[in-house]
């Protein structure tokens, strides 16, 4: 299974941007599909799920209301729209994907399968 992540880039403060992954070599039909990030010298934090089938969301307090998670099952892809961004927002952010459906989704370490990472910078 390998999952390629895309969009990421230098944005200013208050800007949008879509990240991509793109899921290829097995169909996820059950289970979700998720983002995490890291920034500098901070610990890997959640930012949002997906159940692959039912569609079910969650996020981070932290992006709740600015971003907005997505897939596409016929493409094998998800997205991340990101809006009103912050400095804070700043990280490499990485696509997860795992067959289980049930536990904790917010919890990486339930992930199996992850992506390259895409660095999202945001400036002042």
């Known amino acids: 299974v390998q999952l390629q992540a895309s969009g990421g880039g230098l944005v200013q403060a208050g800007d949008s941007l879509r990240l991509s992954c793109t899921l290829s070599?097995?169909?996820?039909?059950?289970?979700?599909v998720a983002w995490f990030r890291r920034a500098p010298e901070k610990a890997q934090e959640f930012v949002a799920y997906?159940?692959?089938?039912?569609?079910?969301?969650d996020y981070a307090d932290s992006v709740k209301g600015r971003f907005a998670i997505s897939r596409d099952n016929n493409k094998n892809t998800m997205w991340l729209q990101m809006s009103a961004l912050k400095n804070e927002d700043t990280a490499v952010y990485y696509c997860?994907?795992?067959?289980?459906?049930?536990?904790?989704?917010?919890?990486?370490?339930?992930?199996?399968?992850w992506g390259q990472g895409t660095l999202v910078t945001v400036s002042s």
């Open positions: 997906i159940t692959w089938t039912l569609g079910r969301t």
């Open positions: 997860a994907a795992t067959t289980r459906n049930m536990g904790d989704y917010t919890d990486y370490a339930i992930y199996d399968y």
């Open positions: 070599g097995r169909t996820f039909t059950h289970g979700p």
